[in-house]
């Protein structure tokens, strides 16, 4: 299957190379002979900040480019003749600037980009009038100067304050996030809104394969446009992005360096960006990045068996045609990392290798088809290796890799997008994890409207999805489940969605509901084996069938240009809940545990899978307030519950109650914010869970940014945890171990040549 995508992008780029790229015949009026230069600074109206990565486009020549972090962008060698410019950010209303070119060089000073408020929308930097879905008020968008000061290796601590958002862990190397008590499966982690191919929705001890250090656009979509990226979306999507547009051009080769260290861990972090144009229709990407963290420090010592060694290498190739555009692109991570020892589990810890091999094309077209006006295609595919080992042991426990191929293809005019995705999962495990090798095939559809009867915007999505799971018969061990069961399984997903909005003044009242189904993955029907990095003896439940949740959110939102104020009610019903508990009272040996290495090296208590009623609700509140032309300040407010109605008692693994402040000042060109966390006690427990005290947090981050010539500087620095306190996350799997992290002084240094 991969030669024949082989042998059709060579062909493609054989015929691309063969075609001359002709100028529009609008244009033979220009003067050919002179030529013209437009520059600016983009910036935010609310705080006059400068925005980087906003797209400048010139759609009579097909040409553009990006704004620095600066904000400040250049387009030479323009021919004389009336242009019209657009300038466009996600968030942010359009500009576009019209005029006569007829001297060499036009300065356009600052454009100032006025924030979408009324229909929160999405706009895609494309220059075209692709579907601009109304987002739920819950979802969150996070890019910029706001981005990089709150980034961290991890997608879990990166998002950690936002509103709902929770980590569960097992080491800094581990931290997966939590949307709103959901965790796993229950919500997908996309790039670029397709799958990122690893198996870290499939167990706590599983890193998240990416250091975000490599992307700058994070976004938590919820509500019907979350059906767009599978169907296990009742917790929401999160989608990361590199930010690479795919209609800029870069004019000529530009460099971005990153470098970075951390006291908590002794990290020393390197990556850096290169750009490199190959003619007016061609150009290259690639970039490298390095980090070394060595073991955690807490307030009451070293987290022994914590350190994280990350590599990654990208390369990207782009072909840019008169209405389409198509990108090649390969990209390698390798994740080194170590779960600590537990008396609960391996007593000298666990040593983890993830490496992921990844290779994307995507093909881009304007069209004029039946209404729609885009067409996109994108094909990935996934090769994932991952090896446990015992603490100084040569030799791999735990042996898991996966291979997997998706092909998406997608429609999109105004207020509609249907697509299809057809994906092959194979999963093959080794060692002691004696989950039987195994093949998934899927075929999607989908699909999203969006209409507006009279003052209500209305929005309906659909997903129906067909599954197989194939597992591999043979001579392989199973100790709990009964051989016979582990046959195919078949499974239809029907997933639905739609959502009503109601704007009045500075008003916003939302409403949305959503079904959701969820199929078992192979280790929730088939585990039966060790799973040191987990410290548990893992048992499947092969007769499983799909987990189906209900899902309301209402919304009350205020905004004005100084001010705003959202808040959010949610509530999930699910009747069937897959959920892996501890077998017996955990107490008696063989039947509740077993003991690992004869009992020097540690036990390991047994968990089986199984269904019960469940119910996760909660409340979310947002306050944003301008109080003067420096300060910004914002509060939220986060609770979320969940029980097990089946048993009458808590779910297990339920965040406690969070509270958020932070005060922003803007010197220009220095930024400074205080934040405070206050977390209240866990005290409703679910089964064999502990209660976890109440702490507060508080830290500093900030930016300075100087310009010197040609190159930007950029300054970001991070104080956390600034009183050194002592406190447990109630979600860690190892809070009996050691408290979390102590203070820590991070610094960054960005440069852009």
Request: hydrophobic share 35%.
């Amino acid at each position: 299957m991969q030669s024949l995508f082989y042998r059709a992008l060579k062909a493609h780029t054989i015929f691309c190379y063969a075609r001359k790229h002709i100028i529009m015949f609008s244009f033979l009026g220009f003067a050919w002979a002179q030529e013209a230069s437009i520059s600016g600074v983009v910036i935010n109206e609310e705080d006059e900040k400068p925005i980087p990565g906003a797209n400048i486009y010139l759609k009579q020549l097909d040409v553009g480019t990006v704004s620095q972090m600066d904000g400040s962008f250049i387009l030479n060698k323009l021919p004389y003749g009336n242009i019209s410019l657009t300038i466009s950010v996600i968030g942010f209303k359009d500009v576009i600037k019209s005029m006569e070119l007829d001297e060499e060089s036009y300065d356009l000073g600052k454009i100032v980009m006025l924030r979408d408020t009324l229909l929160f929308q999405v706009i895609d930097v494309d220059a075209h009038d692709e579907l601009q879905p109304h987002n739920f008020a819950s979802n969150v968008y996070i890019a910029g100067n706001n981005f990089q000061e709150n980034e961290k290796a991890s997608l879990a601590f990166t998002l950690e304050k936002e509103v709902g958002m929770s980590i569960q862990s097992m080491g800094q190397a581990t931290a997966q996030p939590v949307l709103r008590g959901y965790s796993g499966d229950r919500f997908s982690i996309t790039e670029d809104g397709v799958t990122i191919g690893d198996l870290s929705n499939t167990s706590v001890d599983h890193t998240v394969s990416m250091d975000m250090s490599s992307y700058n656009k994070v976004r938590i979509i919820r509500g019907p446009e979350a059906l767009l990226y599978g169907s296990n979306a009742i917790g929401g999507i999160i989608d990361v992005s590199r930010g690479i547009n795919k209609k800029a051009r870069i004019d000529k080769p530009r460099l971005w360096t990153l470098v970075g260290t951390e006291t908590s861990n002794k990290t020393a972090l390197t990556n850096f960006v290169g750009y490199l144009p190959i003619n007016s229709n061609q150009q290259f990407r690639f970039s490298y990045l390095n980090r070394e963290s060595g073991n955690e420090r807490t307030p009451k010592g070293v987290l022994e068996n914590t350190a994280l060694s990350t590599n990654e290498a990208t390369g990207t190739y782009s072909y840019f045609g008169k209405v389409s555009q198509s990108t090649f692109a390969v990209e390698r991570i390798t994740m080194d990392y170590g779960i600590p020892g537990s008396y609960e589990g391996h007593i000298d810890g666990v040593d983890i290798e993830m490496e992921k091999n990844t290779q994307k094309y995507n093909y881009h077209r304007d069209i004029s088809f039946l209404g729609f006006e885009t067409l996109d295609l994108d094909q990935r595919f996934i090769d994932y290796n991952h090896v446990e080992k015992e603490k100084g042991s040569r030799y791999p426990s735990v042996l898991m890799d996966q291979e997997i191929l998706s092909i998406q293809g997608k429609f999109t005019g105004p207020h509609v997008t249907v697509g299809s995705l057809l994906g092959y999962r194979k999963f093959t495990a080794g060692g002691f994890y004696w989950t039987p090798d195994a093949k998934e095939i899927s075929l999607a559809i989908f699909g999203l409207t969006e209409r507006r009867i009279n003052d209500i915007t209305l929005q309906i999505s659909s997903r129906a999805e067909n599954l197989s799971i194939i597992p591999r018969g043979g001579n392989i061990f199973l100790s709990n489940i009964d051989p016979a069961q582990v046959s195919n399984r078949n499974f239809n997903i029907f997933s639905g969605a739609i959502g009503a909005y109601r704007n009045w003044k500075n008003w916003e009242f939302s409403l949305g509901t959503i079904l959701a189904g969820r199929n078992p993955s192979i280790e929730d029907l088939f585990s039966d084996g060790p799973h040191l990095g987990t410290y548990a003896f893992e048992i499947g439940q092969p007769k499983l069938g799909l987990e189906k949740t209900i899902g309301m959110e209402t919304s009350l939102n205020y905004n004005t240009e100084k001010s705003s104020f959202r808040l959010t009610g949610y509530r999930n019903y699910s009747p069937n809940y897959h959920i892996s508990t501890k077998v017996g009272s955990g107490y008696q040996i063989g039947a509740d545990w077993i003991e690992w290495g004869s009992g020097s090296s540690g036990w390991l208590y047994k968990y089986q899978m199984k269904e019960l009623k469940s119910m996760i609700y909660g409340i979310e509140s947002e306050v944003k307030h301008k109080l003067a032309k420096l300060i910004n300040i914002y509060g939220s407010l986060s609770i979320t519950r969940g029980d097990n109605l089946t048993e009458n008692k808590p779910l297990s693994y339920m965040p406690p109650d969070k509270l958020f402040f932070s005060t922003e000042l803007d010197l220009k060109p220095l930024s400074i914010s205080l934040s405070l966390t206050k977390v209240l006690p866990q005290t409703r427990l679910g089964e064999f869970e502990t209660r976890t005290d109440g702490y507060f947090l508080a830290d500093i981050n900030g930016s300075y940014i100087l310009h010197s010539s040609k190159i930007v500087h950029k300054i970001i620095f991070q104080l956390d945890n600034i009183f050194d306190r002592e406190y447990y996350n109630h979600l860690s799997r190892i809070k009996l171990i050691m408290p979390e992290k102590g203070r820590s002084i991070g610094f960054r240094y960005r440069m852009i040549f």
